[in-house]
């Protein structure tokens, strides 16, 4: 109940802010994008093909400036899905109202967490069959309820810190909170940046079937980025590793990778990748690598068209599956050890 009427309370104060902008009281900008794509999946044994929606999206966002110090700022974003029909909660993407000054700036609504935000910046195949998040285990929130703040650049320096509020019941036994914060400094060709993540124990318990819960052990995360554009020739890669992974006492996980882009002209570029992931569990073979191969064709005006191919190349214990983080379609492994498979010809 609370979560509805936070979301009818954000979508109203959106239409009255967007009201006040389309009135001339502030400056606004109306956006989107549409990305789509045909794709062949195989799990390994079967195969199918298809048409996915991969995070098109629709907002509006504007700021008014309230003195020569600080600005009111305000976003409201809403994923289109422009492959199959069905109902979507509005403000399903970044949405906010905030405050913006020399200090920074303060945030309150629906966000990214700042540890997913510094590893979309590393990336060339994001919301495709090729994006990495197929190996980070889970570890790219969107979170509800949450405060945030973005700092002032300092010279190209920069953190971020966001707080999600209580998502349990009053009086819950343990909070269902969860926290993210990152560092990064980007200037000219240059982005690296560490983020960490942690969650409380409210967001790993279970029901013992007694009325009463069972709590694990509190996860959290630490990743670090770094991208480098030469000109023709661009370079990306990640690092992270999850402590109490999946609740269990001293199990982690990691996940490592490099991206390359080569811009072969003005019209096409060229690129690929390749992720390992370890769930370190008392499983042998149970480690996994993601590959990814694609074409750009830019198109002009903001549009492009491209072509990928992707694959999980699971261990023989391991059943890993590839796409559904962005790219709207997905498949898993038909088997433990079967490498699934996809490609994709989309336009964006």
């Not at 991206?259 to 769930?279: I, Q, R, T, W």
């Amino acid at each position: 109940m609370f979560t509805k009427k936070m979301t009818a309370l954000m979508v109203l104060v959106a239409m009255l802010v967007a009201g006040a902008a389309f009135a001339g009281d502030m400056d606004y900008t109306v956006y989107g994008k549409l990305h789509t794509s045909v794709n062949y999946l195989s799990d390994g044994d079967e195969s199918q093909l298809g048409l996915s929606s991969n995070t098109s999206r629709f907002g509006i966002k504007g700021s008014k400036e309230l003195n020569n110090d600080m600005s009111l700022v305000w976003q409201f974003e809403n994923s289109i899905n422009i492959a199959q029909k069905g109902s979507n909660t509005l403000a399903t993407r970044n949405s906010f109202i905030g405050m913006n000054g020399e200090w920074g700036t303060a945030l309150f609504g629906i966000h990214d967490t700042p540890f997913k935000m510094v590893g979309r910046k590393a990336t060339f195949f994001k919301d495709t069959v090729g994006d990495f998040r197929s190996t980070t285990f889970g570890w790219d929130r969107r979170l509800q309820d949450v405060a945030a703040y973005v700092s002032a650049n300092f010279d190209g320096f920069g953190f971020i810190a966001a707080y999600q509020f209580d998502q349990g019941a009053m009086g819950a036994e343990e909070a269902t909170t969860a926290y993210s914060v990152a560092a990064h400094y980007a200037k000219d060709a240059l982005y690296v940046g560490g983020a960490y993540e942690g969650l409380s124990k409210g967001y790993v318990g279970m029901d013992d079937g007694e009325g009463g819960m069972i709590y694990g052990e509190v996860p959290s995360a630490l990743r670090f980025v770094a991208k480098y554009d030469f000109g023709q020739f661009a370079l990306a890669g990640l690092f992270q590793t999850i402590s109490n992974c999946m609740a269990v006492d001293g199990q982690t996980a990691q996940t490592m990778g490099l991206e390359a882009k080569f811009k072969a002209s003005d019209l096409y570029c060229v690129k690929g990748s390749y992720y390992m992931a370890d769930p370190n569990t008392d499983n042998d073979d149970d480690d996994f690598a993601q590959l990814a191969l694609g074409v750009d064709r830019n198109l002009g005006n903001n549009s492009m068209i491209y072509i990928q191919y992707a694959t999980i190349m699971n261990g023989d214990a391991s059943m890993a599956g590839l796409g559904g983080n962005g790219f709207g379609d997905s498949v898993g492994a038909y088997d433990a050890g079967e490498s699934p498979m996809g490609f994709s010809l989309g336009w964006v």
